[in-house]
């Protein structure tokens, strides 16, 4: 190689973005370019004179050198991937090539190690992951919500039937009936909990009374978590409003409880504190834990444990991503980074303090937003439920849900036609369309769906109103279209005393555009 071609290489190994090392046979650095400064920490005369183990993170085990250095021993080049620690001690991935350099007599002298950081593509390949999970979670759990909400809203049905009869025929034993609806009421805050933590595509800010969030999902929470651990919320009612999305800070929430139980699973369980508060900015907020580090009004969320604590030198890089200190197969040490993420967007910040043997807190400041206007708590007396006698059409293909349904519609006085297949209920309305002045129908069923038969007896008769009475939302399963073809909305389970009024609305609301159409 001539003084050219070595003044060529040697600028090109300066100036080249990934980590150039060169080691001796014994594996002693004596070369290390700048971009190995950049990325480990280290500064060059750091390390020289080092061998590798100088960047060792500890989550590889002592196979898998024996492996790499059989490799090369036998001449051969390694590739593979390392998992090291900046001198900061945050943790980073690298795509690794290490090849024998040889004399010309053909001994080895050196080994060229060539290594690109690769922790920024893994980190956006796990969100990926992660996204894509959620997804397929949020289809799985819309289906089973569906079929779920089936089976609540026929149990609710009959429930609401057997109460009528029993307030008429043996009063005292209502309370039984209570005991039950209390029951399908938690069943269908679990649905409505599970479709909340699953629907992240959807990442819409909206205002929220964190209070009664986080009281919600602490519900739900109890139920993944050991035995052992032990879940207490307290909220303070005038901390309770921010702007938001209800989904991702109820992922926020549940990795927080995850991690604090992973924390006091060796130590035989313990407690987790829920604690809301409001938070005011002060120019010591650095000092004092109880200030808020962000401007103007917040909103403060702690999470503490009664686990061992975190140590000092883990307690700076526990929102790093990957970073873990569970063995091989335990986490992915996403947990908390997702966290972080989720409380940027929601422009808070997060902190953590901790001493061993004392437990850990996390504190989450967000910004609080308009007072949300609180509803009436005050029980509403009990009234007559709206009838009628118009003739309505309900389709399902439930046999149980149409008969709660028609035997609920028939004791509120009006003349109800079920039909559980939706091609013969199209043939029945098309038999006789002016025969009916109301349609229910299920938003999924075989051959025609609900939002198609709400189509095509709205092209025979456009004034007639149709209610969509489904298991998933509004606008679930159809594009988000679900509103431009029916006048309202039932969802499953839904109490008698609110079809009363839906129906009774849809069909006055038709009668009072006849009328305006009419002149």
Not at 8 to 31: K, N, P, R, S
Not at 223 to 230: C, E, R
Not at 408 to 416: D, K, M
Not at 481 to 496: C, H, I, W
């Amino acid at each position: 190689m001539n003084e050219i071609e070595h003044n060529l290489l040697a600028g090109a190994m300066e100036q080249a973005t990934d980590t150039i090392l060169l080691t001796d046979t014994e594996g002693v650095i004596v070369y290390a370019n700048p971009a190995a400064e950049r990325i480990t920490g280290y500064a060059r005369d750091e390390i020289l004179g080092q061998t590798p183990r100088l960047f060792k993170s500890g989550r590889h085990d002592t196979a898998f050198y024996k492996a790499l250095w059989e490799t090369l021993l036998r001449g051969e080049a390694w590739q593979g991937r390392f998992v090291n620690r900046r001198k900061d001690g945050a943790f980073y991935t690298e795509e690794a090539s290490i090849s024998p350099v040889r004399d010309s007599a053909g001994t080895i002298r050196h080994y060229l190690a060539i290594k690109n950081d690769i922790t920024s593509a893994i980190t956006a390949e796990a969100h990926l992951r992660h996204t894509q999970k959620m997804m397929a979670l949020e289809t799985l759990a819309g289906g089973v919500a569906h079929g779920f909400n089936n089976i609540l809203y026929a149990m609710e049905g009959f429930t609401e039937l057997l109460r009528d009869r029993l307030k008429q025929e043996m009063p005292d034993a209502l309370h039984y009936v209570d005991e039950i609806q209390e029951g399908i009421g938690r069943a269908t805050d679990l649905v409505d909990l599970i479709l909340a933590f699953t629907a992240q595509s959807d990442v819409t800010h909206v205002p929220i009374r964190i209070g009664v969030l986080i009281r919600e999902t602490s519900r739900m929470i109890r139920g993944i978590l050991p035995k052992n651990v032990q879940i207490t919320v307290k909220t303070d009612p005038g901390a309770d409003d921010i702007t938001g999305c209800p989904g991702l800070l109820r992922q926020a929430l549940l990795n927080l409880c995850q991690n604090a139980a992973q924390a006091m699973a060796d130590t035989g369980g313990g407690v987790i504190t829920l604690q809301v508060s409001p938070g005011e900015a002060r120019a010591d907020a650095d000092a004092d834990h109880e200030c808020a580090p962000i401007p103007g009004p917040t909103v403060r969320l702690t999470v503490s444990d009664t686990g061992p604590g975190i140590a000092p030198d883990v307690l700076d890089h526990i929102f790093d991503p990957f970073f873990t200190t569970r063995r091989a197969g335990e986490g992915e040490g996403m947990g908390l980074s997702i966290v972080h993420g989720i409380v940027s967007d929601h422009g808070g910040v997060i902190r953590a303090r901790s001493e061993p043997g004392q437990g850990a807190t996390f504190e989450v400041w967000l910004p609080r937003a308009e007072a949300i206007e609180r509803a009436h708590t005050t029980p509403e007396p009990e009234e007559e439920l709206p009838r009628g006698g118009e003739r309505i059409l309900v389709v399902d293909d439930e046999e149980k849900l149409l008969k709660v349904i028609g035997q609920a519609l028939v004791t509120l006085g009006y003349h109800v036609t079920t039909r559980s297949d939706s091609v013969k209920a199209l043939e029945t309305f098309l038999a006789t369309p002016d025969g009916f002045d109301l349609i229910i129908t299920d938003l999924t069923m075989p051959v025609i769906s609900g939002k198609q038969l709400a189509e095509l007896v709205r092209e025979t008769r456009s004034d007639i109103p149709v209610i969509l009475i489904s298991g998933y939302s509004a606008n679930a399963g159809d594009g988000g279209e679900a509103s431009t073809v029916f006048q309202e909305f039932l969802r499953k389970p839904v109490r008698k005393k609110e079809m009363a009024r839906v129906i009774r609305r849809a069909l006055d609301n038709a009668t009072a555009a006849r009328e305006t159409a009419n002149g």
